[in-house]
């Protein structure tokens, strides 16, 4: 065989460039992800030689930043799990009962409407939501619930719910669309009602797929910033009362961020634990939701 013509040695050449930019583009994200866990267990390591892990999950109170210093992570846990179940509240029926309408009984020129719409407001920025909790929802429960504090978990947790919306919808629309049609006809022969099927057959089959669309909207809840930042009102406190004020890990993070904590400090170490702790946690939500995909995936194989 002769040598490779001019033409197929540059098609050679521009197929292999391409293949070593994109290798240089995933292995530029490894490299990333690598470092920031490097930094965050440097910096975890740092801090725990100083204070026990005992007390970091057993003590009551979370005041770094104070003269009497406590580090007790459990005010901010409660404060997170707190404002994160109550978005969860809002965004799982009302997602579900979203994709269930747009999976089984809108048209097709609903669902083009509506879906557009779900990403619009997904793409809203999160400071936003923060001022509309505020300012709007805020004022708005008061007028409710008259004992309700200026800053309180429950606004931020209800504007959260709404934000994470669109995950919660498009990713339970997805897993329903994916249910074979064989299965709601049987059902229809069977002398089933259009409700009947999503709820008793539709939905259990595409339970899995749901699950971790949940999961991934809760992780999506717990890494959120701006919102409670805004609106929960930054006060450590070990507590389940949504009326009271709260602060999340995140919210720390920000707080010590945009203070004058100096560098190398116990206090500027545990922004990083913060953040491993962060890390852990939504790390263990996504493996228990690529759990529940891969399930609802060999379902449907």
């Known amino acids: 065989m002769g040598k490779p013509s001019r033409k197929l040695r540059g098609f050679q050449f521009r197929e292999f460039l391409i293949e070593f930019l994109l290798a240089l583009c995933a292995l530029v994200s490894v490299l990333a992800t690598i470092a920031i866990i490097g930094v965050l267990v440097f910096e975890t390591i740092l801090f725990f030689r100083n204070i026990p892990v005992g007390s ?83 004022p708005f429960l008061q007028n409710l619930l008259p004992g309700l504090s200026g800053f309180n978990a429950l606004s931020p947790g209800i504007v959260m719910g709404i934000m994470i919306l669109p995950w919660a919808t498009s990713l339970s629309d997805d897993a329903l669309q994916a249910v074979p049609t064989d299965l709601r006809e049987a059902a229809y022969a069977l002398g089933s009602t259009r409700l009947q099927t999503s709820f008793r057959v539709v939905i259990p089959a595409a339970f899995s797929g749901i699950t971790a669309a949940f999961f991934l909207a809760v992780a999506r809840a717990i890494g959120e910033t701006m919102i409670v930042t805004i609106a929960a009102g930054q006060q450590a406190k070990l507590t389940i009362n949504p009326l009271e004020p709260a602060q999340t890990m995140t919210a720390y993070i920000v707080q010590v961020s945009l203070g004058d904590t100096e560098a190398g400090t116990i206090e500027y170490q545990t922004v990083f634990v913060i953040g491993m702790t962060l890390f852990v946690l939504t790390l263990l939500l996504n493996l228990v939701s690529e759990h529940f995909k891969k399930r609802f995936q060999e379902a449907y194989q």
């Open 56 to 138: 970091f999950f057993t003590d009551l109170q979370w005041t770094p930043l104070f003269s009497e210093k406590h580090f007790g992570i459990l005010p901010l846990l409660s404060g997170t799990f707190l404002i994160t179940t109550i978005a969860m509240m809002v965004a799982l029926p009302s997602g579900l009962c979203i994709a269930v309408c747009l999976s089984e009984y809108a048209p097709a020129s609903v669902r083009k409407v509506v879906k557009p719409c779900l990403e619009i407001l997904a793409g809203i920025p999160t400071v936003v939501f923060g001022y509309f909790a505020l300012l709007l929802v805020t």
